[in-house]
Nanobody
Framework: QVQLVESGGGLVQAGGSLRLSCAAS????????MGWGRQAPGKERELVAV???????NYADSVKGRFTISRDSAKNTVYLQMNSLKPEDTAVYYC???????????????WGQGTQVTVSS
Protein backbone atom coordinates (compact mmCIF):
# COMPACT_ATOMS: atom_id res chain seq x y z
CA GLN A 1 0.00 0.00 0.00
CA VAL A 2 0.87 3.67 -0.27
CA GLN A 3 0.69 6.40 2.34
CA LEU A 4 0.51 10.10 1.50
CA VAL A 5 1.19 12.43 4.40
CA GLU A 6 0.44 16.13 4.02
CA SER A 7 1.82 18.90 6.18
CA GLY A 8 2.00 22.69 6.23
CA GLY A 9 -1.63 23.69 6.61
CA GLY A 10 -2.80 26.25 9.12
CA LEU A 11 -4.42 29.61 9.69
CA VAL A 12 -3.25 32.63 7.71
CA GLN A 13 -4.57 36.10 7.01
CA ALA A 14 -5.76 37.08 3.56
CA GLY A 15 -2.81 38.02 1.39
CA GLY A 16 -0.50 35.67 3.23
CA SER A 17 1.32 32.53 2.11
CA LEU A 18 1.54 28.89 3.04
CA ARG A 19 3.58 25.99 1.69
CA LEU A 20 2.10 22.50 1.72
CA SER A 21 4.18 19.34 1.49
CA CYS A 22 3.17 15.76 0.79
CA ALA A 23 5.45 12.75 1.06
CA ALA A 24 4.52 9.41 -0.49
CA SER A 25 5.82 6.17 0.97
CA UNK A 26 5.16 2.45 0.75
CA UNK A 27 5.11 0.03 -2.15
CA UNK A 28 6.13 2.43 -4.93
CA UNK A 29 7.85 1.51 -8.16
CA UNK A 30 7.33 4.93 -9.71
CA UNK A 31 4.96 7.88 -9.54
CA UNK A 32 3.41 9.47 -12.60
CA UNK A 33 1.44 12.65 -11.91
CA MET A 34 1.08 14.20 -8.47
CA GLY A 35 -1.35 16.89 -7.51
CA TRP A 36 -3.36 18.79 -4.97
CA GLY A 37 -7.09 18.93 -4.58
CA ARG A 38 -9.22 20.81 -2.10
CA GLN A 39 -12.67 20.53 -0.63
CA ALA A 40 -14.53 23.35 1.07
CA PRO A 41 -17.53 22.70 3.34
CA GLY A 42 -20.60 21.85 1.31
CA LYS A 43 -18.66 21.69 -1.95
CA GLU A 44 -17.22 18.93 -4.09
CA ARG A 45 -13.52 18.22 -4.15
CA GLU A 46 -11.71 20.09 -6.94
CA LEU A 47 -8.26 19.50 -8.38
CA VAL A 48 -6.28 22.74 -8.17
CA ALA A 49 -2.80 21.78 -9.37
CA VAL A 50 -1.12 18.85 -11.12
CA UNK A 51 2.48 18.13 -12.03
CA UNK A 52 3.47 15.28 -14.34
CA UNK A 53 6.51 13.06 -14.04
CA UNK A 54 8.14 15.22 -16.68
CA UNK A 55 7.48 18.41 -14.75
CA UNK A 56 4.58 19.84 -16.77
CA UNK A 57 2.07 21.68 -14.63
CA ASN A 58 -1.60 22.56 -14.79
CA TYR A 59 -3.68 24.77 -12.54
CA ALA A 60 -7.30 25.53 -11.91
CA ASP A 61 -8.25 29.01 -13.11
CA SER A 62 -9.05 30.02 -9.54
CA VAL A 63 -5.42 29.61 -8.41
CA LYS A 64 -3.41 30.47 -11.53
CA GLY A 65 -0.73 33.04 -10.84
CA ARG A 66 -0.98 32.52 -7.06
CA PHE A 67 -0.19 28.83 -6.48
CA THR A 68 2.89 26.94 -7.65
CA ILE A 69 3.23 23.17 -7.62
CA SER A 70 6.61 21.45 -7.61
CA ARG A 71 8.01 18.02 -6.83
CA ASP A 72 11.15 16.26 -5.68
CA SER A 73 10.91 12.93 -7.48
CA ALA A 74 13.88 11.47 -5.60
CA LYS A 75 11.94 11.99 -2.36
CA ASN A 76 8.48 11.16 -3.76
CA THR A 77 7.38 14.53 -2.46
CA VAL A 78 5.15 17.21 -3.92
CA TYR A 79 4.81 20.80 -2.75
CA LEU A 80 2.22 23.54 -3.15
CA GLN A 81 3.35 27.11 -2.61
CA MET A 82 0.27 29.25 -2.04
CA ASN A 83 0.64 33.03 -2.22
CA SER A 84 -1.87 35.88 -2.09
CA LEU A 85 -4.29 33.66 -0.24
CA LYS A 86 -7.97 34.58 -0.20
CA PRO A 87 -10.76 33.56 2.21
CA GLU A 88 -12.27 31.49 -0.61
CA ASP A 89 -9.13 29.33 -0.59
CA THR A 90 -10.24 27.99 2.79
CA ALA A 91 -10.60 24.22 2.47
CA VAL A 92 -9.11 20.88 3.33
CA TYR A 93 -6.25 20.28 0.91
CA TYR A 94 -5.55 16.74 -0.25
CA CYS A 95 -2.49 15.33 -1.94
CA UNK A 96 -2.89 12.93 -4.85
CA UNK A 97 -0.41 10.57 -6.49
CA UNK A 98 -0.68 8.23 -9.49
CA UNK A 99 1.48 5.31 -8.31
CA UNK A 100 2.82 2.44 -10.40
CA UNK A 101 3.48 -0.67 -8.33
CA UNK A 102 6.17 -3.18 -9.18
CA UNK A 103 4.95 -5.75 -11.69
CA UNK A 104 2.14 -3.54 -13.01
CA UNK A 105 2.13 -1.24 -16.02
CA UNK A 106 -0.73 1.04 -14.99
CA UNK A 107 -1.00 3.64 -12.22
CA UNK A 108 -3.33 3.57 -9.22
CA UNK A 109 -4.52 6.81 -7.68
CA UNK A 110 -4.12 7.53 -3.98
CA TRP A 111 -5.25 10.42 -1.80
CA GLY A 112 -3.84 11.65 1.47
CA GLN A 113 -5.85 12.39 4.62
CA GLY A 114 -5.83 16.12 4.04
CA THR A 115 -4.59 19.23 5.82
CA GLN A 116 -6.77 22.20 6.78
CA VAL A 117 -6.05 25.61 5.31
CA THR A 118 -8.01 28.52 6.75
CA VAL A 119 -7.68 32.05 5.38
CA SER A 120 -9.15 34.81 7.51
CA SER A 121 -10.35 38.10 6.07
Amino acid sequence: QVQLVESGGGLVQAGGSLRLSCAASGSIFSINAMGWGRQAPGKERELVAVITGGGSTNYADSVKGRFTISRDSAKNTVYLQMNSLKPEDTAVYYCNAEVVHSGRNYPIGYWGQGTQVTVSS
